[in-house]
């Protein structure tokens, strides 16, 4: 099974969509799903109100963090790489999705679906796999 198809899975199973992407990647990110699970349970549903950032992006995001930060916590050095990153994981998927609200993208207001839960979670783990540089086969 690959990383989309895992991801795919958690979100089956209800993860929310940070939560399905960022578990997915869970033995790279050096945690257990449980701590990925907790950290990224308010940032599904786009925050919590469908106004935020994409959940599938949040989750790619806070796997920056945990592939990049120097954990330095008397002195960061690591923000502005990890910034970076998380800019570059915004972009990418802004490019391929236009939008990276979750609202936008579910055709709130609009009527128009940008992309689907899933199509966001896959886009998030191809994403994340090559910006972190992640194997998203398993």
Known sequence: MNKKQT?????????NCAQAVACA?????GMDKETLFRA???LGLGMGCMEGT????????????????????????????TYKLSREIMNRFAEK????????????????????????????????????GYQEDE
């Open 97 to 132: 999705n236009k939008s990276t609200c979750c609202g936008e993208l579910k055709g709130v207001g609009t009527g128009t679906v940008l992309r689907s839960c899933q199509g966001c979670i896959e886009d998030a783990v191809e994403i994340a796999a090559d910006v972190l």
């Open 54 to 81: 994409c959940g599938a992006i949040t989750g790619a995001i806070v796997l920056a963090g945990f592939k990049n930060s120097d954990g330095e916590t008397e002195k960061p050095g690591s923000k502005l790489s």
């Open 7 to 15: 991801a795919t899975r958690l979100h089956e199973q209800n993860y």
């Open 25 to 29: 990647f869970a033995e790279e990110a």
């Open 40 to 42: 990224c349970e308010g």
